[in-house]
């Protein structure tokens, strides 16, 4: 379900900048300040295989340890919430909208590889997320149920913990 110009995509992102203490920059400083267990990884040496891998396992995971929807989201553009146990809902679509020109926008399904944007992955009840950012290289996760299993393939990714 797109989220897109709705109170709750305005909700969720200040949850995201209130909870998460979300400060966006290309900056050195801290881009984070979550209050609870939480790890960051380091991503900038990953290859394409390793990529591929971690897009089917990070799938695989949010599948299992899901017990409802989860927001995708891509930092200044679309907001989703989906089931991750519908692969249907993880696709890219076309909006109409008038206000666009051409007569709307294409919203992109984010990927767990924050590629060029900070891509997040939050548990509808914020109690794990997988959060992606670009210019860091880095993927931060917390969350009791996400923490372990990230903890158990992080080095099949080409992760290093920092």
Do not use: C
Not at 150 to 155: F, G, L
């Amino acid at each position: 379900m797109l989220l897109d110009n709705t109170e709750q995509y305005k909700v969720v992102w200040d949850r995201v900048y209130g909870e998460l203490g979300f400060r966006p920059s290309m900056r050195e400083f801290t881009p984070f300040d979550i209050k609870v267990p939480h790890a960051v990884y380091d991503i900038e040496n990953m290859t394409e295989t390793q990529i591929d891998v971690m897009e089917n396992i990070a799938g695989e995971i949010f599948v299992r340890i899901s017990d409802g929807n989860v927001y995708a989201l891509d930092w200044q553009h679309s907001a989703l919430l989906y089931d991750p146990k519908n692969p249907d809902e993880q696709r890219d679509f076309w909006v109409e909208d008038e206000r666009y020109i051409g007569g709307g926008y294409k919203v992109y399904f984010p990927s767990f590889y924050p590629d060029g944007d900070y891509y997040f992955f939050i548990a509808e009840d914020f109690s794990f997320g997988w959060l992606g950012h670009p210019w860091r290289q880095e993927v931060w996760i917390f969350g009791e149920r996400l923490l372990p299993e990230i903890e158990a393939v992080y080095k099949e990714f080409g992760w290093t913990r920092r």
